[in-house]
């Protein structure tokens, strides 16, 4: 498809297992990003890739997350050990470039940690 | 830090009424700035970008946007909303060349039919 893909769109856990999310990004683009979304809470950056780059993991909220992005096209974001604050939608999206180029975004995978 | 302020958190509406939302942003070189929409059930998306020329920038649907340097705002308007214009608005600068968003908390919109 053209668009950003994510899988999977839910995911129930219990608490204290792990999880991994996965972005498909459009084609072609070199930028990726991951955010939470929590109800209230707007967008939460949690890190990007950009081509061969080093990732900009500032926005990851503890040592139990961690991404990666391999080959520079799909992207896993893991979240050990997961607690029930980690429920919330998890958000990828891709653009050109990181900065300014307008970025698209998949439709989330919906995190519950019970 | 940079920050953005997104002042009216609900706002609820009868259509063919007007709408402003507004957007601040806390810095004073260069901005680009966007303000992106989420419709329910559908993907975040964007509505409307500005990086220089006319401040005045017109999005999709309508949606047009302000940009005023002295007040470090980009107020999003609309002269007459629809039921369809129901959804969560985020307005996110882009201080400097910086490599990501700042992103606000996010304006929830509800017009009513």
């Known amino acids: 498809g053209a668009g950003v893909s994510q899988s999977p769109s839910n995911k129930v856990t219990e608490k204290g297992k792990d999880v991994e999310l996965r972005c498909d990004p459009i084609?072609?683009?070199?930028?990726l990003y991951w955010y939470r979304q929590s109800l209230g809470q707007g967008l939460e950056f949690l890190i990007y890739f950009q081509g061969n780059s080093a990732p900009d993991k500032s926005g990851l909220p503890s040592d139990r997350f961690s991404a990666e992005r391999t080959g520079g096209s799909v992207s896993t974001l893991t979240i050990q050990r997961t607690q029930q604050e980690d429920s919330a939608v998890y958000l990828c999206a891709s653009s050109l470039a990181v900065g300014n180029y307008e970025q698209y975004f998949g439709p989330g995978t919906r995190l519950t940690v019970t | 830090a940079q920050s953005v302020s997104q002042h009216n958190h609900h706002v609820i509406l009868s259509e063919a009424a007007s709408l402003e939302l507004g957007c601040n942003y806390s810095y004073g070189g260069t901005v680009n700035l966007f303000w992106y929409v989420q419709y329910p059930g559908q993907h975040l998306q964007l509505l409307l970008k500005y990086f220089s020329g006319d401040p005045l920038v017109k999005g999709i649907k309508g949606f047009e946007a302000e940009f005023i340097k002295s007040k470090f705002s980009f107020n999003l308007r609309k002269p007459s909303v629809q039921w369809s214009d129901t959804a969560e608005y985020f307005c996110?600068?882009?201080?400097?060349?910086?490599?990501?968003?700042?992103w606000g908390l996010g304006t929830s919109l509800a017009v009513n039919p």
């Open positions: 996110a600068p882009n201080a400097g060349n910086n490599r990501k968003l700042i």
């Open positions: 084609s072609g683009h070199t930028a």
